[in-house]
T-cell receptor, first 121, second 112 residues
Framework: QLQLQESGPGLVKPSETLSLTCTVS??????????WGWIRQPPGKGLEWIGS????????YNPSLKSRRVTISVDTSKNQVSLKLNSVTAADTAVYYC????????????WGQGTLATVSS | QSVLTQPPSVSGAPGQRVTISCTGS?????????VHWYQQLPGTAPKLLIY???NRPSGVPDRFSGSKSGTSASLAITGLQAEDEADYYC????????????FGGGTKMTVL
């Protein structure tokens, strides 16, 4: 059974870079035809897609986010997907989830349990 | 403001039927992109409830059903139960901007 687990520092200072990792178990991240996405949820608010990466390394980002702030990458040797968000502000405080989807327009399943990242000095 | 519009809240008594709407536009739902639904229980990650407009993953009770028409979609819950109290989100894809996965703002379901 495929499982995803997010990890990273719980606290990041404003203007610094938030780095999170999603470790995949029970399956290979290199499996063909899958995308690996990041979705975030600010406290008490709704879901926002950040971006996704195809198994081949192609990336797709939410145009409403300043794409230069976001970098998603894969490390096939570690079976991990990473998210880097630079120049963070308090507005980036959220629970960050990783999830798998087969096509960009497809559903996300499964999801990781999420990790809370707080931006504060 | 979300690209897909959902009512902020709905409520119903146990046993009743309730529906949650998800309204989009000609660049997302109306363009033929599928709608998917998630249930998020308090303090947990979203869980896939309906995929491809009307399909239930294994393990989801048949009390949950989805439909799509024009630029809108709906999630229906029949025989409402206390454990259905949760947040529900719709998701689709928008072609007006490059590669944009879009979610609704979410609906809080309260079982009276």
């Amino acid at each position: 059974q495929l499982q995803l687990q997010e990890s990273g520092p719980g606290l990041v200072k404003p203007s610094e870079t938030l780095s999170l990792t999603c470790t995949v178990s029970g399956g290979s991240i290199s499996s063909r035809s899958y995308y690996w996405g990041w979705i975030r949820q600010p406290p008490g608010k709704g879901l926002e897609w950040i971006g996704s990466i195809y198994y081949s390394g192609s990336t797709y980002y939410n145009p409403s986010l300043k794409s230069r702030r976001v970098t998603i990458s894969v490390d096939t040797s570690k079976n991990q997907v990473s998210l880097k968000l630079n120049s963070v502000t308090a507005a980036d405080t959220a629970v960050y989830y990783c999830a798998r989807h087969r096509e960009l327009w497809n559903w996300f399943d499964p999801w990781g349990q999420g990790t809370l990242a707080t931006v504060s000095s | 403001q979300s690209v897909l519009t959902q009512p902020p809240s709905v409520s119903g008594a146990p046993g009743q039927r309730v529906t949650i709407s998800c309204t989009g536009s000609s660049s997302n739902i109306g363009a033929g992109y599928d709608v998917h639904w998630y249930q998020q229980l308090p303090g947990t990650a979203p869980k896939l409830l309906i995929y491809g407009n009307s399909n239930r993953p294994s393990g989801v009770p048949d009390r949950f059903s989805g439909s799509k028409s024009g630029t809108s979609a709906s999630l229906a819950i029949t025989g409402l139960q206390a454990e259905d109290e949760a947040d529900y989100y719709c998701q689709s894809y928008d072609s007006s901007l490059s590669a944009n996965v879009v979610f609704g703002g979410g609906t809080k379901m309260t079982v009276l």
